[in-house]
């Protein structure tokens, strides 16, 4: 298996708070993850990085959303040439 350079990120999902519905339930507003993630993965870019979305969890500090995982590094396909001789 090949080595992959990762990186760590925490992002706070400004305007994505709980709040209360009653003493048991408390609820966000809906949300796409999606575009949090694309909005992550433009930060991420210029370092040449990507989300691993199969790494995110969210998690609430003071009842304020964060996304957390790992972004991985952007390696470029290898082309592999055939060549045929007749």
């Keep these: 298996m090949a ?14 708070t ?4 009653d003493d048991n339930l408390r609820i966000t507003k809906s949300f796409e993850t999606r575009a949090i993630t694309d909005r992550i993965n433009e930060q991420l870019k210029a370092q040449n990085f990507k989300v691993d979305e199969t790494t995110l969890r969210v998690k609430y500090i003071d009842d304020q959303l964060f996304l957390e995982g790992f972004a991985v590094e952007i390696k470029e396909p290898k082309t592999v040439g055939f060549l045929s001789g007749r």
């Design 3 to 16: 080595e992959k350079n990762i990186l760590g990120f925490s992002y706070k999902v400004e305007g994505i």
């Design 18 to 21: 709980l709040a209360s519905i």
